[in-house]
Every structure is written in C-alpha cells, then in structure tokens.
C-alpha cells in the first residue's frame, strides 16, 4: 500500500532526528526557498528537509493556483541531487485545506509508530511569521514543532521582545522559536509567474529543470493554469 504515511516513512528514516520542513504552495519552487532551505539544514544540524507542497493552501482559497501536479513535479525536479531534500506529498492527499497543524500531527503520529523521539523545525519567512497568529491552532503548531524562521528583504528576523508579544505562550511561545541569518534573497514565486505570463527570463530564479519544466508545460501563461496538467 501507497500513501503519505508510507512515503514518509520510506524517506525519514528512524536514524533522522531533526527534521525540517518547508511548506509552501511552491507555484513555483525557486531559489529563494532552496537557499532557505539549505541553509536552516546546515545552520541546525538537520537530518532532513520535508517540501511539503499545500494542496489547497488556506490564505489562498478563491485564488487561481496551479495544478498540484505540477508544483509537485517542479518541487522534484528542484531538489534532485540533494540527498537531505525529499519531498512528502502529504497535504496534496488530504481533502480540505492544507493546515500546518494537521500535516504535524500526521509527521507526530509516524514518529510514534516509528518509535523515534523526532524534533520538527517548521521553516517559514519572517513576513510568513507576521501572519502565524491567523494560522489554524498556532498553539497547537508550537507544541509539535519548533519555528525555524529566516529573513526575507523587507522582512527582517524579529528579536525576542516581538516574538514574546506576538506568539501565543508569550515567552513561552517565542522560546520556541529559532532564527536563523540566511541569505536574504528576494525571489518570489509570484514573481515569477509575472515574468514567465509576459514571456520574460526566469533564468537563475529557478533551477534550471524547473525553468525547462515552465517552459515545455507553458505554466504561467495560459488563461487558467490550474486546467493545465503534466504532459
Ligand atoms: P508567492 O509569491 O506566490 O506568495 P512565495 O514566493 O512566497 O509565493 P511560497 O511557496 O508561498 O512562495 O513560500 C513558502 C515559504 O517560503 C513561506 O514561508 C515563504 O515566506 C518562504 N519564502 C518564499 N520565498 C522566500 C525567500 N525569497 N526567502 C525566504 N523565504 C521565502
């Protein structure tokens, strides 16, 4: 039998204690997710690093997103090669909104059946942690993983009084909290989208299969991307 528990467990060996995880809606994945995600490995030590792609991401319902198979497949083609990377298509075979809290509780309920005590770090963007309040169960997420938050440009690491004032637990909640000084860069996938719909170079935005990937799929640039699906 197939499904998200089995491929995680396929991937996050019992050996991997520290684990990271970078959701996103990845529509599309580009360097500025990879050098994050890189950089919080190293920075914290982390075994692995978890993509996880949203299926139906909650802050964007209504929005036109592109099919899930295509982000998943760019998400792929972005972190072959690197063995710390794999990708879980957890919340793309769930129904509903893809909330962080479930995806944890899924990842918790594997550590267990594995037998493995298992620290989460859930990487997101300092502009991402200004919402974090809004967020379904944000105590809850605190309790099953720790943030691993990286600076964005125009969106610098918070210190520890905004943390306390902003997080639920207060201290508690910012104790919680890990920042982490990446290399800020100022990729956005909407970005490039915008590029690729007025036919102009995403070169060195994206990894070089995922620029391909846009191109040969024409992602981006029909009427309604989320009719489009891999060839
Ligand atoms: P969009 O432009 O469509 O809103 P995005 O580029 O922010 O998309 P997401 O897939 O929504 O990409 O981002 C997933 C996570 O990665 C979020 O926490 C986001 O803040 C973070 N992130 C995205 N781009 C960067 C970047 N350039 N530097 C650091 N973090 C980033």
């Known amino acids: 039998m197939t499904g998200p528990l089995d491929e995680?467990?396929?991937?996050?060996?019992?050996?991997?204690?520290?684990?990271?995880?970078?959701?996103?809606?990845?529509?599309?994945?580009h360097f500025g997710h990879l050098v994050a995600a890189e950089q919080v490995r190293e920075a914290l030590g982390l075994?692995?690093?978890?993509?996880?792609?949203?299926?139906?991401?909650?802050?964007?319902?209504?929005?036109?997103?592109t099919a899930a198979d295509h982000?998943?497949?760019?998400?792929?083609?972005?972190?072959?090669?690197?063995?710390?990377?794999?990708?879980?298509?957890i919340e793309l075979e769930r129904s509903g909104p893809s909330y962080t809290v479930d995806t944890l509780r899924t990842l918790a309920d594997e550590a267990a059946r594995q037998g493995v005590e298992r620290d989460l770090y859930?990487?997101?963007s300092a502009e991402a942690l200004d919402g974090f309040g809004d967020w379904r169960d944000p105590t809850g997420i605190l309790t099953r993983c720790r943030l691993a938050v990286v600076p964005r440009p125009g969106a610098p690491l918070p210190d520890r009084a905004w943390?306390?004032?902003?997080?639920?637990?207060?201290?508690?909640?910012?104790?919680?909290?890990?920042?982490?000084?990446t290399v800020p860069l100022a990729h956005s996938a909407s970005d490039v989208r915008e590029r690729?719909?007025?036919?102009?170079?995403?070169?060195?935005?994206v990894p070089p299969a995922v620029e391909r990937y846009i191109c040969d799929h024409r992602l981006y640039r029909s009427q309604n991307p989320s009719e489009d699906r891999p060839k």
């Open 8 to 29: 995680s467990r396929a991937w996050i060996a019992p050996t991997d204690r520290r684990v990271g995880i970078l959701g996103g809606t990845f529509d599309p994945v």
């Open 47 to 65: 075994h692995r690093v978890l993509f996880v792609p949203a299926g139906a991401p909650p802050h964007k319902l209504g929005e036109e997103v």
């Open 71 to 89: 982000r998943a497949a760019m998400v792929e083609l972005a972190i072959a090669g690197n063995p710390s990377f794999v990708m879980s298509r």
């Open 122 to 124: 859930f990487i997101l």
């Open 163 to 181: 943390l306390a004032a902003h997080l639920p637990g207060g201290a508690a909640g910012a104790a919680r909290v890990v920042c982490v000084e």
């Open 196 to 205: 690729a719909a007025a036919g102009r170079s995403i070169r060195y935005l």
